[in-house]
């Protein structure tokens, strides 16, 4: 599985919406414009100290996800963008990590980093 990485504002709204909504006194806005403009400026805020996260959803190539980077480059709603493969969480002695239930755990790489697949035995 392959997925995008990066930082969308349409997130950082959802954040920001509520973080607007928790403002109380003075700082509350009072009418439609005060609260949109206090929405923008958080947005901006959060948009540029957020952590990259995945954007988008599960692809079965990475060309897909090449394809999503190419259409959101055109415009500004994300930054930071790049392409991860989902591969199982290994030990610190090698072995694949599972969970209580004994399915193995999987964490998110981006692509060209060094990961060795393990044998299919192995994970079970």
């Known amino acids: 599985m392959f997925a995008v990485k990066g930082?969308?504002?349409?997130?950082?709204?959802?954040k920001a919406k509520k973080k607007v909504d928790l403002l109380r006194g003075d700082e509350k806005p009072t009418n439609v414009t005060e609260y949109a403009e206090a929405l923008t400026k958080q947005t901006d805020i959060i948009f540029e100290k957020a952590k990259p996260e995945i954007v988008s959803k599960d692809f079965s190539m990475p060309s897909c996800a090449y394809e999503f980077i190419e259409l959101a480059k055109g415009n500004k709603n994300y930054r930071n963008l790049s392409v991860v493969k989902k591969v199982p969480k290994l030990n610190k002695d090698g072995s694949i990590a599972l969970t209580k239930g004994k399915k193995p755990q999987?964490?998110?790489?981006?692509i060209g980093s060094k990961y060795e697949i393990p044998e299919v035995e192995q994970l079970f």
């Open 7 to 14: 930082v969308s504002r349409i997130k950082c709204e959802v």
């Open 106 to 110: 999987f964490e998110w790489l981006p």
